[in-house]
T-cell receptor, first 114, second 115 residues
Framework: AQTVTQSQPEMSVQEAETVTLSCTYDTSESNYYLFWYKQPPSRQMILVIRQEAYKQQNATENRFSVNFQKAAKSFSLKISDSQLGDTAMYFC???????????FGEGTQLTVNP | NAGVTQTPKFQVLKTGQSMTLQCAQD?????MSWYRQDPGMGLRLIHY???????DQGEVPNGYNVSRSTTEDFPLRLLSAAPSQTSVYFCASSYSPTGPNEKLFFGSGTQLSVL
């Protein structure tokens, strides 16, 4: 069974600084997709970034980038130039290509302080 | 373009009552799913459907029923509500379950309290 673990329940960062959120996962498959979702207080789930396991290059989306270490089964999210609007719960998620199930981690509550 | 619409947004039930959480999407998506979100546990898959007439169980299916009679709708039924079902419920859909360009669209959630 696939599992996703986020070991940091809460984190905080000063505005304009950089923060990294950690995620580890376990799967027996060689091909899968990894995601980071953001959930602000509005409760809406927003896709931040996606990584395909067969791609070596780390995904980037503006101020958001990932460090994907396939051998270590690690998938961290780096947020550069943090903004107050980045305050949210962040979820790491895994989807195996052989199935139809998205498995989420426990979440990390990120607070950006002015 | 409404996307994924969930109703109601809030609901309070008494133990033993039944209710249906509604989910509708207008994007002609084949794949639809239900998740529950509990503090410290992330989102957990309850049931999912890969097309009309096809449903399957997820990680936590007990106490919930689903059906998929149309592409657009995927209701979640609680036949006899229990306090352990107090949670935030999310419906999500996508054109297909997986794919390099696939994106899961989420509804705005339903806050359910069972007393």
């Amino acid at each position: 069974a696939q599992t996703v673990t986020q070991s940091q329940p809460e984190m905080s960062v000063q505005e304009a600084e950089t923060v990294t959120l950690s995620c580890t996962y376990d799967t027996s498959e060689s091909n899968y997709y990894l995601f980071w979702y953001k959930q602000p207080p509005s409760r809406q789930m927003i896709l931040v970034i996606r990584q395909e396991a067969y791609k070596q290059q780390n995904a980037t989306e503006n101020r958001f980038s990932v460090n994907f270490q396939k051998a270590a089964k690690s998938f961290s999210l780096k947020i550069s130039d943090s903004q107050l609007g980045d305050t949210a719960m962040y979820f790491c998620a895994l989807e195996e290509t052989s199935g139809s199930r998205l498995t989420f981690g426990e979440g990390t509550q990120l607070t950006v302080n002015p | 373009n409404a996307g994924v619409t969930q109703t109601p947004k809030f609901q309070v039930l008494k133990t033993g009552q039944s209710m249906t959480l509604q989910c509708a999407q207008d994007m002609n998506h084949e794949y639809m799913s239900w998740y529950r979100q509990d503090p410290g546990m992330g989102l957990r898959l309850i049931h999912y459907s890969v097309g009309a007439g096809i449903t399957d169980q997820g990680e936590v299916p007990n106490g919930y029923n689903v059906s998929r009679s149309t592409t657009e709708d995927f209701p979640l039924r609680l036949l006899s509500a229990a306090p352990s079902q107090t949670s935030v419920y999310f419906c999500a859909s996508s054109y297909s379950p997986t794919g390099p360009n696939e994106k899961l669209f989420f509804g705005s959630g339903t806050q359910l309290s069972v007393l």
